[in-house]
């Protein structure tokens, strides 16, 4: 473990765009973290329960996981990025004729986007306990809503096992981008699409926005609520469990699909 390890970490330091897109995550996250709690907060007054506040405990979870989530597209590509880079480099076939098995070499690579994922999620967290302690005034304890860090750890990993995938079907590093940044767009077409045709249920089921309803926005219940009272026809919004093992299917089969073809691929 500890040579994969070290092989990997020796060639991601050489990698100029890693550093660079961490230094964005770094930088704009809180940003977003604040712009999107001063929005809720002027723009969503109606919706808002009377005991709210974007920057305390627990509520602050809630926002800064929902505001790191659209950073995981970036992140993503970044790990494109690292995946195809071994084809482009040839460093996946260096590694097995150097002696390293394929297995170890597929292995090394999870490690390296689990250390992502681990990055920053400690980095979220960090950054949601500093805005917690600096604005709670209400004695509210900062383990309160802390699950929603869990959350977001488990949706930059379904994040990365699709950024994975792709990579290692394409190979090729600006196509691969494109797909993974279409995909979305693509998802979000057919989503709207059977929906408008009455098939909301099957929408909830998709991946990738079943990744992004692991860090919802933070008052969709209370907008929901309030839209079905309106209407009363509330969106399809999965229970958090069912959610989550749908989430866990979807980044094990994406895993699974990714290291058999790996493994019967000629690097």
Partial sequence: MKQLIYIE?????????LLVIFLIYAVISPVAIYAISEFITNFMGPFLPKDWSALQFPDVWAVATYSASYFNIMMGILAVIVIT???????????VIDGLSIKKAIIG?????????????????????LFGLVGTTNGASFYSGIDSIGLYF????????????IAVLVKKTAVSI?????????????GISVTLGGFQTFYAYMPLNSFSKLTPFPILKEMIKAGQERNGHPPVILDTPINIAICLAYMLLFFMITYFTLKRRDL
């Fill in 85 to 95: 880079n071994e084809y482009t480099y040839k460093t996946f076939r260096q590694h």
């Fill in 178 to 190: 494109t797909i993974f940044i279409l995909s979305f767009l693509a998802e979000t077409i057919i």
């Fill in 9 to 17: 970490f020796i060639k991601l330091r050489k990698l100029k765009s």
């Fill in 109 to 129: 690579k999870f490690l390296v986007l689990l250390s992502f994922s681990l990055i920053i999620t400690a980095y979220t967290f960090l950054t949601g306990l």
């Fill in 154 to 165: 488990l949706q930059t990993m379904c994040y990365f096992s699709f950024a994975f995938l």
